[in-house]
Each structure stands twice: as structure tokens, then as C-alpha cells.
């Protein structure tokens, strides 16, 4: 969730959508786990073979709100604002999904190096800078380091185009329409360069999002998260202990389309140390248990990049409040 469309015909009850793409998506964003932490990503069905990235605007919009959103020392977190702002994340993800993690590229991505899928084009871009570090190359003027990047879909773009990408693993339909009137926003394609995996890179992406809601008014945040590994067995504790304890309410509870449906509920409540399955989880997830967030029904595994997938929901409201100081408007060390 926080950081992540429709396949086939639209559920009952929903308008019909544009049609929906052909390749997946992953996001995984790191924290100061040695390991890339995974991050929620909207997953869901796959995209087409040839983006339409070529779409996008010569100035990227940003709907009223000033593109810094904050800063630490000399990391900074913006929105992209130009078509190569988005090409740079798109050359990160590939590094950190590609290369340094097990997935594999599929059509132009392969081709171009960069991870790429037409959401690129109907998606806010998060990214983080650093200005002590640039990237040089012949006849162009050196420039910050993109270190970091999140993807931003808001529920009034994802319905004027594809619908949210995580519907491609999870039934949304009863989710949205019990919440109707409220602004969804779906996060996914997170990452964070290695040697950027600390909790300064964190805080500074998550002040960028909280801008963000604060702004367009977002009442709830959604998104898949993933666990490594495609064997839901030996996942049996973590995947267990969210069923047991950290189940969404039935409003919130998006449930895994039946085809790819895994139950969760592999251990008894009885059976589950919630000490050693906090340990067992990606630190991320822990951090959004930490903030409030709730899981869905079922987990949906992703062979082609090795992970076991759930859904996670996180209403604002929710929210500790001791978070929305942290990263909130008053969190002056962020301010740019």
C-alpha cells in the first residue's frame, strides 16, 4: 500500500474501462535492511509490449502543488515534472528490479534497459535526489542523482484510464464500492538505490507522499506488498500472522481473485509467536503494521518475480498519530 488494473471486462456495478495492458509490474522499494526490501506495488495484470510513454506532456503537471517537497541534507524528494524525469526512474527501477533483484524484463524494457509499462504515462512520479552526487555524462551539464522513486496513481486517473493496476491480483470491485465518494490513492514500483537504503531515504519518500495526500486529499492508501519467495508454506507464520492480526475490516478487505487465490490462515492463532513473525516479515511491512495498515483476504504468488503478494490498505484516518507528525506539514526538518 504505502508504497502499487483492470483485466477483462469491468466488475458489475463499475463503468467499462479502457482495455487493459499486457505486462506486469514490480515495485520494491529497500529500507536499511541489507536486502531491497519489497515494496507495495500496485501488481496486477500485465502491460503492453510498447508503452505509451511518448504521450506524456513536455511539462509533467502537478496540479497546483510546488514539485520540492522536501529535503535532508542534500537528498531531495520532488515530482517529475519532464518526460526524462520519469526515463531516470524508470532506469532505476530496472537497476534495482533487473539487475540486483531476480525479475526478468519483458519486451521494450528489455530493450531499452529501463523498466517500463503505460502506467508510466497516467502515474505521478515521486523522486529522491541527490545533489552531492551527480551523474555525468559527455556535452551534458552534470545533475543530481536520482537515488530513489515511488509511483503515484490517483483514483480519478486510474478511472479515467485503466483502473487501479492491483486489480490485476485482487478483487476490488466491493472494496470501492463500499467507499464510495471517498480518494483513493494506490502506491507501487518503490525502490531505493542500495547504498540510499537508510531510514533518511525513507522519511524523505514518506514526507513526499504525505505532501501529496495532504494536497489532493486522499482519504486512504492501497497497494499489494510482497514476501520473498513463491512457496506460500514455508511463508506459513508471516503470511499467517496478518491474517490472524492484522486482517483489513470487511470494508477494506480486498480478496484475492479466485484463480490466484493462496489462504493466508496456514498456522492456527494458537500457533503464531507474533514475535517471530514480526521477525520474519520485509521490514517494510512492519513498518506500515506500525502506521496503522490492515491486509486483505488470500495472497496471490507472483512466479515471475519470485514473490508472494497480499494486499494492504491503509485509511488515512487510521493513521497513528504520532505518524502524521512525523512526516506531516509541521515536520519542519523536511522542509525544502
Known sequence: MVPFLTRGASPAGREARAPMPFARLLQRPGLSDPRPAIDLRGTGAPARLFPRLARLPTRLPTNGLDPVLGRIGSL???????????????????????????????????????????????CDHLLVLDHAATDAKPFRKPRPKVVGTYRLLRQDEADRHFGFYSSGEYDLAPLLDANRGMRLLELGRS?????????????????????????????????????????????????SFLHHFARAPERWRARALPERYVPMDRLGREAIDPKAALQALPPLLKGYLRVGATFGDGAVIDRQFGTTDVFVVLPVAAIAPRYVGHFGAGADRHAA
Do not use: N
Open 76 to 122: 531531495e524528494v520532488r515530482l517529475a515534472t519532464r518526460p526524462k524525469d520519469v526515463k531516470r526512474a524508470q532506469r532505476l527501477r530496472y537497476g534495482v528490479f533487473y539487475e540486483e533483484m531476480s525479475a526478468v524484463p519483458l519486451g521494450l524494457a528489455a530493450l531499452k534497459r529501463r523498466d517500463i509499462d503505460e502506467y508510466d504515462a497516467v
Open 191 to 239: 525502490c531505493v538505490l542500495k547504498p540510499y537504503r537508510t531510514k533518511r531515504t525513507v522519511e524523505l519518500l514518506w514526507h513526499g507522499i504525505w505532501t501529496y495526500v495532504l494536497h489532493h486529499r486522499i482519504d486512504a492508501m492501497i497497494g499489494c506488498a510482497s514476501l520473498e519467495g513463491t512457496d506460500p508454506d514455508r511463508l506459513a507464520l508471516p503470511l
